[in-house]
C-alpha cells in the first residue's frame, strides 16, 4: 500500500519556526500544521503550494509517496 508522507516538520525546524508561526504565514491553524506533520491531515493543492513555495522547494520535495 503507497503512503503519503512528508518533510514538513524537518523543513520547519530548519527554518527556525514554530508551528504557530508557519501557520500564520501560510494562513492555517496551528493544529493543521500538527495534524499534517503527523500525517493524520493532507492538506489541499493550495495550502501544498504555499508551504512548498515559502521553503521555495517543490511540492514534491515536501510530500513523498512511500511505499
Known amino acids: 500500500m503507497v503512503k503519503i ?16 508561526q508557519l501557520a500564520a504565514i501560510v494562513g492555517i491553524t496551528r493544529e ?4 499534517i506533520e503527523k500525517g493524520k491531515h493532507f492538506p489541499s493543492i493550495k495550502i501544498a503550494m504555499k ?4 521553503f521555495k522547494i517543490k511540492v514534491d ?4 509517496f512511500e511505499e
Do not use: G, H, P
Not at 11 to 20: F, G, I, M, N, S
Not at 61 to 64: E, P
Open 5 to 20: 508522507k512528508n518533510n514538513l516538520k524537518l523543513y520547519r525546524v530548519q527554518a527556525d519556526l514554530t508551528q504557530e
Open 61 to 64: 520535495d515536501l510530500f513523498y
Open 32 to 35: 493543521s500544521i500538527l495534524f
Open 51 to 54: 508551504l512548498a513555495r515559502f
